[in-house]
């Protein structure tokens, strides 16, 4: 199975501030790559997918890039609401649909 | 407005079995590949089990922790998904989501969850 292992696992940041975290594949997955965010007591909800694109109705803050096996997620000026925990998923080789095991942002 | 309701989660002791629920609306269920994930208190997201639409096979995969003990399930004609737990484990504890698995022509995607619904194993 692949394995996703995302960094950091938390990270505290200021409003306005630009973040990045990333995942990296235990091999190659293309372009296979979602990302994630999750507020405490929500579901999860999908914000990149395809490792780039946009899904419909996420802010335009949010970005993502990379293929092979490291990906990043950027958040170019981080808003009181994004303080979350932001997972990675790979679909290249499925099933197992394996998650990264999260990164909790937190404010500085 | 697509809804994914979860229902059936509850306590159970090791070795019993529970059957999980979902009902769907707001979109064409019957065409919809579905899935649970699991997360356990305080930790990440584990993929459980998926299961295509009837069009596409209705090939069902679980993964490996629960393979053999449970089954995810469809009937189209409810809109509604169930997912079978069977010898549970106290490590099954877990708040149990119900998703739509879409395809964005590099890998499938989950879309629409439901809230949720937590299943506690403990004696």
């Known amino acids: 199975d692949i394995q996703m292992t995302q960094s950091p696992s938390s990270l505290s940041a200021s409003v306005g501030d630009r973040v990045t975290i990333t995942c990296r594949a235990s091999q190659s997955i293309s372009s296979y790559l979602n990302w994630y965010q999750q507020k405490p007591g929500k579901a999860p909800n999908l914000l990149i997918y395809a490792a780039s694109s946009l899904q419909s109705g996420v802010p335009s803050r949010f970005s993502g890039s990379g293929s092979g096996t490291d990906f990043t997620l950027t958040i170019s000026s981080l808003q009181p609401e994004d303080f979350a925990t932001y997972y990675c998923q790979q679909s290249y080789s499925t099933p197992p649909y394996t998650f990264g095991q999260g990164t909790k942002l937190e404010i500085k | 407005e697509v809804q994914l309701v979860e229902s059936g989660g509850g306590l159970v002791k090791p070795g019993g079995s529970l059957r999980l629920s979902c009902a769907a609306s707001?979109?064409?269920?019957?065409?919809?590949?579905m899935s649970w994930v699991r997360q356990a208190p305080g930790k990440g997201l584990e993929w459980v089990g998926r299961?295509?639409?009837?069009?596409?096979?209705?090939?069902?995969d679980h993964a490996a922790p629960v393979n053999g003990r449970f089954t995810i399930s469809r009937d189209d004609s409810k809109s509604t998904l169930y997912l079978q737990m069977n010898s549970l484990k106290t490590e099954d504890t877990a708040l149990y989501y119900c998703t739509t698995l879409k395809s964005s022509g590099k890998g499938y995607y989950f879309d629409d969850w439901g809230r949720g619904t937590l299943v506690t194993v403990s004696s």
């Open positions: 299961i295509k639409s009837r069009t596409d096979g209705g090939t069902i």
């Open positions: 707001g979109f064409t269920f019957s065409n919809t590949w």
